[in-house]
């Protein structure tokens, strides 16, 4: 078929390149930018008793979580809980569609079935889905009025499903390991199959399973069948097509494995002389998670939750969440370091975005449009040697240099320094320092801010603030040079400069 094609010839440009070569579905996954998560399921509507909630992640529920007595929720499914729970009271994803696309988000990854094994679509699979739930009368089916609305609206889906972590047909069903690998992978059929296009499945590694069930047999079913079914969704983020970017780091070669393969191996260590290209996500925000709902901070709530107390300094409730300037910082770290940023962003009990977040998320979408959308001076689509610089005339003050890399290339630039001229002078000087941070000798952390130093590379986007301010300094020409490369020519896909514009310092 055409995307087996088109992969092929990216693989042999990759053999016959200088460094390794991404494809095009890698591409285009870097340039969606954002992708939101969405924990919704049974867990958004369970009450944890009281001692529960002052843990570290109070809406975490997998039919093992706590000793707690909560059997007033549970019912007969304990120690899972009753999917009569789950009752939204005006579900609308057109409204999830609204807010995601006025974020300029372009991918959501939805909790098809989280640990617990809880699936939103009636599958023949399981006996623990919405359909279980009194809900719409057992008729209910979230994944199909999700994948119908993003089809709509144009925003690519993907689905958390984790097939090594299924609480009710580990601790409930009791199903036999083989049992439950062929329920495993037909609900993975199914997803695949009514549900899509799938762009993509975030598997993590968590694990509820039989106790004799051989993980790595089960990994590799999956593959095979995800390959063969639909070879243009992606994998990831701790293996497959796409690395989480545990360390923090902007480069893109790691030492294996290949993507789009069946190899179930992790994605390996970042280096600079890795052999495979594989774009990184990294974890941007929880939109409940601190003691005031906007910090770095334990706790974190998955799931929403209005009661979202726990170790809230003024108690319960507290309806406390992420405001847009934290958001925006986000973006600045992981998007402008040149990963996907990934935040959690659910729906509340009713089935729609929380009134106040649907309120941040047009907010952060705002400022990301006029800041980094709209410029000040520009120059796209320039090539030569590393020693060459690209410059820029200006005649304004600007807030923010960002400069991206032609990645169909590969990743090429290893280093380099952003200079200025004033105004009156023909004297060069540092704007953007060159940095010593190698992927060797500092870890810059999953999520990064603004305190953790930068790398040295660019990537897909780098976005820069500089030790100079331009408000006070009268800036005539701006200057990108690069000082290292992993190969030559480079490729510049576009250099610019910004005016930081955001409502809420408006």
């Not at 729906?347 to 410029?375: C, L, W, Y």
Request: glycine letters at 6%; hydrophobic letters at 35%.
């Amino acid at each position: 078929n055409m995307t087996a094609v088109v992969l092929g010839l990216s693989l042999l440009l990759a053999l016959a390149s200088a460094v390794p070569l991404p494809n095009p579905r890698q591409l285009e996954f870097m340039d969606q930018e954002q992708t939101q998560f969405m924990h919704f399921g049974i867990p958004t509507y369970w009450n944890p008793p009281e001692p529960y909630l002052y843990g570290d992640n109070p809406t975490y529920h997998d039919c093992k979580t706590t000793t707690i007595d909560h059997s007033n929720q549970t019912g007969p499914y304990y120690p899972c809980l009753d999917p009569h729970i789950f009752q939204p009271t005006d579900l609308d994803v057109e409204n999830w569609m609204q807010y995601a696309a006025a974020m300029n988000t372009k991918e959501i990854c939805l909790t098809a079935h989280h640990e617990g094994g809880f699936a939103l679509w009636p599958s023949n699979y399981s006996n623990y889905s919405i359909a279980a739930s009194s809900w719409r009368g057992g008729k209910g089916d979230i994944l199909r009025e999700f994948a119908d609305a993003a089809n709509r609206w144009g925003i690519k889906i993907c689905y958390y499903l984790n097939i090594q972590a299924d609480g009710y047909m580990t601790e409930v069903a009791k199903y036999s390991p083989k049992e439950f690998t062929r329920r495993q992978l037909g609900m993975v059929h199914e997803v695949l199959t009514e549900y899509g296009p799938v762009n993509r499945f975030w598997f993590d590694g968590t694990t509820h399973a039989p106790k004799d069930l051989n993980l790595n047999t089960l990994w590799e079913q999956a593959y095979k069948l995800i390959r063969e079914q639909s070879p243009a969704t992606i994998i990831s983020p701790y293996r497959g097509d796409v690395c989480a970017a545990s360390d923090g780091h902007s480069i893109y070669t790691f030492e294996g494995p290949p993507t789009n393969s069946t190899d179930i191996a992790n994605c390996g260590k970042a280096a600079r002389n890795g052999t495979i290209f594989k774009p990184t996500e990294m974890h941007g925000i929880t939109i409940q998670e601190g003691p005031d709902g906007n910090t770095d901070a334990a706790p974190t709530y998955w799931f929403w939750h209005p009661w979202a107390c726990a170790k809230n300094i003024s108690g319960c409730p507290w309806v406390g969440h992420g405001n847009a300037s934290r958001i925006f910082d986000s973006y600045l770290v992981t998007v402008g370091r040149g990963a996907v940023l990934n935040m959690n962003i659910p729906p509340e009990r009713t089935g729609q975005m929380n009134v106040s977040v649907a309120q941040v998320m047009v907010d952060v979408g705002s400022a990301i449009n006029k800041t980094f959308h709209e410029s000040v001076a520009k120059t796209t689509a320039t090539s030569g040697p590393c020693s060459t610089a690209v410059e820029l005339d200006v005649s304004t003050a600007f807030d923010y240099i960002m400069t991206m890399e032609d990645l169909s290339y590969g990743q090429r630039i290893a280093n380099y320094t952003i200079e200025y001229q004033a105004e009156g002078s023909s004297d060069w000087k540092t704007l953007v320092p060159a940095s010593n941070v190698t992927v060797e000798s500092t870890r810059v952390g999953d999520r990064p801010d603004g305190h953790d130093p930068r790398d040295s590379f660019v990537g897909h986007k780098r976005i820069d603030i500089p030790i100079v301010n331009t408000e006070r300094v009268t800036i005539r020409k701006v200057r990108f040079q690069c000082l290292e490369a992993m190969a030559e020519p480079v490729y510049i896909r576009q250099f610019s400069l910004h005016v930081k514009t955001v409502p809420w310092e408006q």
